[in-house]
């Protein structure tokens, strides 16, 4: 290595590139790369998110349909045989709650739980959320456990 083979590491050196409207004599005065006229020339040009020039953007020639029910609540199905799953993995003993569920992944934090009904459960369970259908509720009382609406 010597004086001759010197450069800067790599990514190092950030070059700004041709300096644009400064003056005649930089080759980039004048209309400073913008060209002529229009909307893009002018100072303060900033474009609508999905601007096509004009043409009828896509989110408008889309047409819409259906209803959305801004009062709808979802509600996060668990089902009884995933219950009895994890009585067989003995994750779980007797009481079913909120936090169980969240711990073993089954739910996420803001949700609201819905317990269903496939699968049979063998495990007598004190299942607590916040409904159950007809079909889960029966299964559980049948089992011998508690469904407890949150």
Known sequence: MDLSNLQPAKGSVK???KRVGR???SGKGGTATRGHKGAKSRSGYSKKIG??????????????????NINRVEYQG??????????DDKKIKDTVDFETLFANRLV???????????????AKLKVSAHKFSASAKA???A??????TL
């Open 15 to 17: 070059t700004q590139g």
């Open 139 to 141: 299964a559980i009382e």
């Open 51 to 68: 601007f096509e020039g004009g043409q009828m953007p896509l989110q408008r020639r889309v047409p819409k349909f259906g209803f959305n």
């Open 143 to 148: 089992a011998g456990g508690e469904a407890i």
């Open 23 to 25: 003056g005649q004599g």
């Open 108 to 122: 996420d934090k803001n949700d609201l739980v819905k317990v269903l009904g496939r699968g049979e459960l063998k």
């Open 78 to 87: 668990v089902n009884l045989d995933t219950l009895q799953q994890l009585v």
